[in-house]
């Protein structure tokens, strides 16, 4: 019992941002099942994490970063999933790689000690402004 903390994952702290304009802080401490958050109230809920919500739980956070990832039941899931270095489908290690990048929008998540701007994690965005990165070369 007196190794139960090693399973119970640190403090997370991100910024959810559309293209590189902060749209939401989010503080959640997975020991006190609590979760902070700042949003954005000039930003159209379409684009924030929790539109319209006052009590964020962790199967929020949680929620939201499965709604940021591929499809659970997308053809070639595993081999997408080996490609990140991943074993199985928990949607917060997939976020942590990916993002949340989802080609349809410019929303996407940072990390704390994180510093990334939408072109460094975003190919659309990259590719419309005409940067190129180390894969493509």
């Given at each position: 019992?007196?190794?139960?903390k090693h399973l119970i994952s640190p403090a997370l702290e991100f910024e959810v941002l559309e293209h590189d304009d902060v749209i939401a802080k989010v503080n959640v401490d997975y020991v006190n099942q609590k979760v902070e958050v700042w949003q954005d109230e000039?930003?159209?809920?379409?684009?924030?994490?929790?539109?319209?919500?006052?009590?964020?739980?962790?199967?929020?956070?949680?929620?939201?970063?499965?709604?940021?990832?591929?499809?659970?039941?997308?053809?070639?899931?595993?081999?997408?999933?080996?490609?990140?270095?991943?074993?199985?489908?928990?949607?917060?290690?997939?976020?942590?790689?990916?993002?949340?990048?989802?080609?349809?929008?410019?929303?996407?998540?940072?990390?704390?000690?994180?510093?990334?701007?939408?072109?460094?994690?975003?190919?659309?965005?990259?590719?419309?402004?005409?940067?190129?990165?180390?894969?493509?070369?």
């Amino acid at each position: 019992m007196k190794h139960i903390k090693h399973l119970i994952s640190p403090a997370l702290e991100f910024e959810v941002l559309e293209h590189d304009d902060v749209i939401a802080k989010v503080n959640v401490d997975y020991v006190n099942q609590k979760v902070e958050v700042w949003q954005d109230e000039d930003v159209s809920p379409v684009f924030l994490p929790f539109p319209n919500k006052q009590k964020i739980s962790v199967g929020d956070v949680l929620d939201y970063f499965e709604s940021r990832c591929f499809p659970r039941t997308r053809h070639h899931a595993d081999q997408i999933l080996q490609s990140l270095g991943l074993k199985e489908y928990v949607a917060s290690d997939i976020v942590k790689q990916t993002h949340g990048v989802l080609y349809d929008d410019y929303i996407w998540i940072r990390f704390s000690n994180e510093e990334l701007s939408c072109a460094d994690v975003h190919p659309r965005f990259a590719s419309e402004q005409g940067f190129t990165t180390d894969i493509c070369e």
